[in-house]
T-cell receptor, first 113, second 114 residues
Framework: GESVGLHLPTLSVQEGDNSIINCAYS??????FIWYKQESGKGPQFIID?????DKRQGQRVTVLLNKTVKHLSLQIAATQPGDSAVYFC????????????FGTGTRLLVSP | GAGVSQSPSNKVTEKGKDVELRCDPI?????LYWYRQSLGQGLEFLIY????????KSGLPSDRFSAERTGGSVSTLTIQRTQQEDSAVYLC????????????FGPGTRLLVL
């Protein structure tokens, strides 16, 4: 889910579990969605993207699901590892000649060994 | 390979001073973006460059903020007469083309205005 201010929602999982991070987006006209991972002190790192003509896309250990009916995006991480601990951001955009990304406030994932 | 680089990595300045933040995009990337990330927040779009022109600068918070890009490569974000509320991480991203291409981010410049 989303939160406001400094209190990021946090998902705590055990190593080896599957993680699901959710995101509600705001613009029904958005046609491109991205998940980024941000580790402390670093810039966001691209994980996976999906376009609005798809409802599922898989990468290595990650799957993104898109439900346009309820404007919901999720990121599934299989066999979560301690190195997956980070803040995860979803972003949406509507192509107006360029991808003007609108970011959510993020979810912190904590993976315990 | 070489990613997006930004300098300085950290900048502490006094209220009222001007600061310049630099971004070197990935070689060959025509589109360049500046974002701002306040503590514990998501990223806020500031400005977009295609080549040396800025078709969208709608996210710049005030006229104290300006940016330029030269040679279709390096970009500088300038904040004049800094205020404490300007304290944030300033992130630069680039993409090969502006539409439908993944944006790759630099490590950011952490600005603290005292």
């Amino acid at each position: 889910g989303e939160s406001v201010g400094l209190h990021l929602p946090t998902l705590s999982v055990q190593e080896g579990d599957n993680s699901i991070i959710n995101c509600a987006y705001s613009n029904s006209a958005s046609d491109y969605f991205i998940w980024y991972k941000q580790e402390s002190g670093k810039g966001p790192q691209f994980i996976i993207d999906i376009r609005s003509n798809m409802d599922k896309r898989q990468g290595q250990r990650v799957t993104v699901l898109l439900n346009k009916t309820v404007k919901h995006l999720s990121l599934q991480i299989a066999a979560t590892q301690p190195g997956d601990s980070a803040v995860y951001f979803c972003a949406e955009s509507m192509n107006t000649g360029f991808q003007k990304l609108v970011f959510g406030t993020g979810t912190r994932l904590l993976v315990s060994p | 390979g070489a990613g997006v680089s930004q300098s300085p990595s950290n900048k502490v300045t006094e209220k009222g001073k001007d600061v310049e933040l630099r971004c070197d995009p990935i070689s060959g990337h025509t589109a360049l973006y500046w974002y701002r990330q306040s503590l514990g927040q998501g990223l806020e779009f500031l400005i977009y460059f295609q080549g040396n022109s800025a078709p969208d600068k709608s996210g710049l918070p005030s006229d104290r903020f300006s940016a330029e890009r030269t040679g279709g490569s390096v970009s500088t974000l300038t904040i004049q007469r800094t205020q404490q509320e300007d304290s944030a991480v300033y992130l630069c991203a680039s993409s090969f083309r502006p539409d439908g291409e993944t944006q790759y981010f630099g490590p950011g410049t952490r600005l603290l205005v005292l």
